[in-house]
Antibody, heavy 119, light 107 residues
Framework: EVQLVESGGGLIQPGGSLRLSCAAS????????MSWVRQAPGKGLEWVSV???????YYADSVEGRFTISRDISKNTLYLQMNSLRAEDTAVYYC?????????????WGQGTLVTVSS | VIWMTQSPSLLSASTGDRVTISCRMS??????LAWYQQKPGKAPELLIY???TLQSGVPSRFSGSGSGTDFTLTISSLQSEDFATYYC?????????FGQGTKVEIK
């Protein structure tokens, strides 16, 4: 079964750091494009970052220079290192397989992990 | 940056209705567009990718069309389980962006 399970969210003070993890099963993280998407309370979806299968990484302007996406092949896990956190980073963070999508790869989103930035 | 205009933001409809949601881009994105459905407290689920390809397992009452700058999600006959929020998503150029969302509610 294709599955993603996020962890690492919690309450953090402004300026602090947090690392989110996204453990995959049923497929290989390093062979896929993997994304992070967030959703502030009561708001819409916001794309955060993507890592290509080849290792290239891209970020939303709002997190560029503060967040780093990475992966551990041995653990089949995706990460999001978040530094210099701000109140506006408060959101549920989802990891996802893709895009792009194809008929041969089952799309998958994790259940989400809540990050609250507050003093 | 590609600006996306998704409309309407709120759609009131009845079971059995045909509904359409629009997504307009500030510049052409070929067919690099996906549609998602999200229910409260749940992760989004992929409905359509490449503008018009129905994701496996998604009911055939959902369809997508368009290319370039104008895209549409159509639900041919609204069912009770379709009341949710829908998002378009362009993955043509960075930064990738989502539409503002369309909440489909019971009329």
């Amino acid at each position: 079964e294709v599955q993603l399970v996020e962890s690492g969210g919690g309450l953090i003070q402004p300026g602090g750091s947090l690392r989110l993890s996204c453990a995959a099963s049923g497929f290989t993280v390093s062979s896929n494009y993997m994304s992070w998407v967030r959703q502030a309370p009561g708001k819409g979806l916001e794309w955060v970052s993507v890592i290509y299968s080849g290792g290239s990484t891209y970020y939303a302007d709002s997190v560029e220079g503060r967040f780093t996406i990475s992966r551990d092949i041995s653990k089949n896990t995706l990460y999001l290192q978040m530094n210099s956190l701000r109140a506006e980073d408060t959101a549920v963070y989802y990891c996802a397989r893709g895009p792009p999508y194809s008929s041969s790869s089952v799309p998958c989103w994790g259940q989400g992990t809540l990050v609250t930035v507050s003093s | 940056v590609i600006w996306m205009t998704q409309s309407p933001s709120l759609l009131s409809a009845s079971t059995g209705d045909r509904v359409t949601i629009s997504c307009r881009m500030s510049q052409g994105i070929s067919d690099y567009l996906a549609w998602y459905q999200q229910k409260p407290g749940k992760a989004p689920e992929l409905l359509i990718y490449a503008a018009s390809t129905l994701q496996s397992g998604v009911p055939s009452r959902f369809s997508g069309s368009g290319s370039g700058t104008d895209f549409t999600l159509t639900i041919s006959s609204l069912q009770s389980e379709d009341f949710a929020t829908y998002y378009c998503h362009q993955y043509y150029s960075f930064p990738w962006t989502f539409g503002q969302g369309t909440k489909v509610e019971i009329k």
